[in-house]
Each structure stands twice: as C-alpha cells, then as structure tokens.
C-alpha cells in the first residue's frame, strides 16, 4: 500500500508528447476511391458482431474507401525505423526510414471511420535505434468526416 502511494506521482506527472513532424518533411496524399465491401455469408453467424455491424456489411454497392499514400521528404539525424499504429494498437506499417520512402496506409471505408466501427486514428512513429519515438505524424477521421493531418484540417469525407 505504501509503495503504490509512493509510485503514484509518477503515474500523475505529465506524459512527454512525442512533437510532430514538420509539414515540409513530409508528403500526404489522399487516394480516395469507391469499393465493394466482402459480400456477407448470410448461412454463417459471427456472435462478436453486433446487428448494427451485420447490416452495415449487407450494403450493395461500392462505398467510399481510403487509403494514404505517405512519402518522407526528409529525415532528422537519428530517425532510422518507421511504424504506424492506429487507436486499437495495431501495427499498420513498420520500414526502415529512408528519404523518398513511400508506402500506403489502409485507413479502410470512410462511413466506418466516422462510426466509429473501425480504426479511425493512426500514429506514425519515426524511431531512433534505440527504438525511441523521435516524432510523429498523427491522423486523424472526425465523426464528422473532418480529416485531420498533425491537428490541421486536410478535407472532408
């Protein structure tokens, strides 16, 4: 008990903020297009999905869909790894960092995003060799449809 009363500020002091890589460092494209969802096995029964999930995969039709094209202009002395995690902790992209670097994010069907019911925020890491987060490029799908890139408004699904 003492011992947890004694760890405690230091689980209360501030977490230090991985600073954002600069815009100029950095290029973001969008390649929105228009995709068919996986057709839906109406004889199968997935008990981890809810009704709302179940309908919205029943949908005909292409839907919007998002992928991001994401290329390194430039790095800092001592950025050498990249990975990208999104909010539900999963690994999106892990390469070594490299000027002129590009490679694709699947952030997946805007609708989904926007409802919450997919990944709809990804972080991108560069790493020193010591695996250290050395800055961060921070995207991010408002319920709204706002795209955000660093916390600037790039769009709107």
Do not use: C, W
């Not at 004889?43 to 290329?71: A, C, I, W």
């Not at 999104?86 to 699947?106: H, R």
């Amino acid at each position: 008990m003492l011992l947890s009363l004694l760890l405690l500020p230091l689980f209360l002091l501030p977490q230090e903020e991985v600073p954002y890589k600069p815009a100029e460092e950095i290029k973001v494209e969008l390649d929105y297009k228009f995709k068919q969802r996986p057709s839906v096995d109406n004889l199968t029964v997935d008990y981890g999905e809810t009704r709302e999930q179940h309908e919205r995969r029943k949908v005909s039709g292409p839907l919007p869909y998002l992928m991001v094209n994401f290329t390194v202009l430039s790095l800092k002395e001592g950025e050498v790894r990249i990975r990208g995690i999104n909010n539900l902790g999963n690994s999106v992209v892990t390469k070594k960092a490299e000027v002129g670097t590009t490679f694709k994010i699947d952030l997946g069907y805007t609708d989904d995003m926007k409802d919450r019911v997919s990944p709809y925020e990804f972080n991108i890491y560069f790493l020193s060799p010591e695996k250290k987060n050395l800055s961060r490029v921070h995207l991010l799908v408002l319920e709204d449809g706002t795209f955000l890139i660093n916390g600037e408004k790039r769009g709107k699904f």
